[in-house]
Every structure is written in C-alpha cells, then in structure tokens.
C-alpha cells in the first residue's frame, strides 16, 4: 500500500456513504421480513407497485424504472404470472413489445403489500420531521442522478 494513498475511511464523506448502504439494506430486510406472509420479496413488490400505478407499462419501461435488465424482469415475471398476478399482453399497435397488467389476484395483493410498506415507511420515519424527510429525498435524488451520469450505474 502506498503511504500517500487515502483510506476510505479517512475521507470526510466515508460515514454519509456507509449510513446510505446500511439504512438500505436495513429497510429491505425489515420490509422482506414484513412480506413474508403474502408469499413475496422486495423486488416483487416494486413491480406490483410499479403496475398498480402504471397500469400497461411495457417489460422494457419497468425494467429501466427498477434500474434492473431485462433478464432480471425476464426472470421475475413468469414467476409472478405463475402466480396469477400479472398478466402479459401485445401492444395492439407493435406485438413485439408486451404490456403488463395486474389481475384481480394481483391488485389485491398489491393494496396488502402497500399497507404493510405504508406502515414500515411510518414506522421507521414518524420521529424525522418532514422537511428532513424531503430534504433527504432530494439529497438521495441528486445521488442517484449523479451516479447516473458518471455512468457508474445503469440509467
């Protein structure tokens, strides 16, 4: 190792990035565990969330708003639509591209998987007032947006 070169742990920044990593996935283990019982995983619910609220998204849109590929939506879906939760269905006007939609099965497991989320996100931010709530939403958002554009993850 070089004398001269910088630890992480030395940069000033070093604590914001490992609260970031820790708080995230602190909150997926709390909300896996809280789905345990409807049968799914955080990434499941992202796309019933995503498709109760984007009703006929495309596999492409949903993938590219996740920030996950193709072949990870090509390895949720069938499962999901195995279960009766979604459906795929052409595009009437390009039959190459698939548009998804809850079924009724879905829509109803969607509402009880977000009230469960409601209560984690309530659970876990009532004691932060909510301007420091948004301020940390626009702090993250910016992160996100940087990261983006140093093409150090996908956009």
């Not at 630890?7 to 490992?18: N, Y």
């Not at 498709?51 to 849109?61: A, V």
Request: charged fraction near 25%; aromatic fraction near 4%.
């Amino acid at each position: 190792m070089n004398k001269n070169q910088v630890l992480p742990w030395d940069h000033p920044r070093f604590k914001s990035w490992i609260a970031v990593g820790r708080a995230c996935q602190l909150m997926q283990q709390a909300l896996t565990r809280a789905l345990v019982d409807l049968d799914i995983k955080p990434p499941h619910l992202d796309i019933l969330v995503n498709l109760f609220r984007f009703e006929g998204i495309s596999q492409q849109e949903l993938a590219r708003k996740l920030l996950v590929g193709r072949s990870n939506m090509s390895m949720l879906l069938p499962q999901m639509e195995k279960r009766g939760l979604l459906e795929r269905r052409p595009d009437p006007k390009d039959k190459r591209v698939l548009r998804l939609y809850l079924t009724e099965a879905g829509r109803e497991l969607t509402s009880r998987a977000m009230v469960i989320q409601t209560d984690i996100i309530e659970k876990t931010l009532s004691a932060t007032p909510i301007e420091d709530c948004l301020a940390m939403a626009d702090n993250m958002e910016k992160l996100i947006a940087r990261l983006q554009q140093q093409g150090v993850v996908d956009a």
